[in-house]
T-cell receptor, first 113, second 115 residues
Framework: AQKITQTQPGMFVQEKEAVTLDCTYD???????LFWYKQPSSGEMIFLIY??????QNATEGRYSLNFQKARKSANLVISASQLGDSAMYFC??????????FGSGTQLTVLP | DAGVIQSPRHEVTEMGQEVTLRCKPI?????LFWYRQTMMRGLELLIY????????DSGMPEDRFSAKMPNASFSTLKIQPSEPRDSAVYFC?????????????FGPGTRLLVL
């Protein structure tokens, strides 16, 4: 069984500042992947970043980075230099050997001008 | 490159009617997933195909739901008969398994409203 916990239902950040969205996971699979998706108000699910459980370095994709702490089972998303267009719901997800994604409940991020 | 294509984008139907949702995965992807998103239950997997074969359908709510993947470029999710509690956004996603990363790319979703 897999589980994702996102404890921040809502977050606010000032434009141009950095923000960290929390995610903790639980899985019995020895090999797994962690994903972050963005869902704007238009509804689509946009892939942001991936971290493999055996990756030695934290993943980065442009302004997105994943703070992976395996011992703590956490996979926090860091968005640097927030933009107004970053306002959206953000979902953390885990996939193990069964391949299907298990999602958290999401964090609604609002970027303030 | 075309992403995952879903149709229709919106569907309004009456209780008891048959609903068919369609999905075209990204070319070359060999895994296809159907997810449902509701306010109450969040995002949940309905069924997963690998190389056109259903691998895990444990998330399919009941016999009213069925899914097929007749070939690598097409899948359907059918609800018959539909009920108001089926109202949700249905997402199709595809990935290329065996590559290690296996990122799932989502289609735009079908917003279903059953009256």
């Amino acid at each position: 069984a897999q589980k994702i916990t996102q404890t921040q239902p809502g977050m606010f950040v000032q434009e141009k500042e950095a923000v960290t969205l929390d995610c903790t996971y639980d899985t019995s699979d020895p090999s797994y992947g962690l994903f972050w998706y963005k869902q704007p108000s238009s509804g689509e699910m946009i892939f942001l970043i991936y971290q493999g459980s055996y990756d030695q370095q934290n993943a980065t994709e442009g302004r997105y980075s994943l703070n992976f702490q395996k011992a703590r089972k956490s996979a926090n998303l860091v968005i640097s230099a927030s933009q107004l267009g970053d306002s959206a719901m953000y979902f953390c997800a885990v996939a193990g050997s069964a391949r299907q994604l298990t999602f958290g409940s999401g964090t609604q991020l609002t970027v303030l001008p | 490159d075309a992403g995952v294509i879903q149709s229709p984008r919106h569907e309004v139907t009456e209780m008891g009617q048959e609903v068919t949702l369609r999905c075209k995965p990204i070319s070359g992807h060999n895994s296809l997933f159907w997810y449902r998103q509701t306010m109450m239950r969040g995002l949940e997997l309905l069924i997963y195909f690998n190389n056109n074969v259903p691998i895990d359908d444990s998330g399919m709510p009941e016999d009213r739901f069925s899914a097929k993947m007749p070939n690598a470029s097409f899948s359907t999710l059918k609800i018959q008969p539909s009920e108001p509690r089926d109202s949700a956004v249905y997402f199709c996603a595809s990935s290329s398994t065996g590559t290690g990363k296996e990122t799932q790319y989502f289609g735009p979703g079908t917003r279903l409203l059953v009256l």
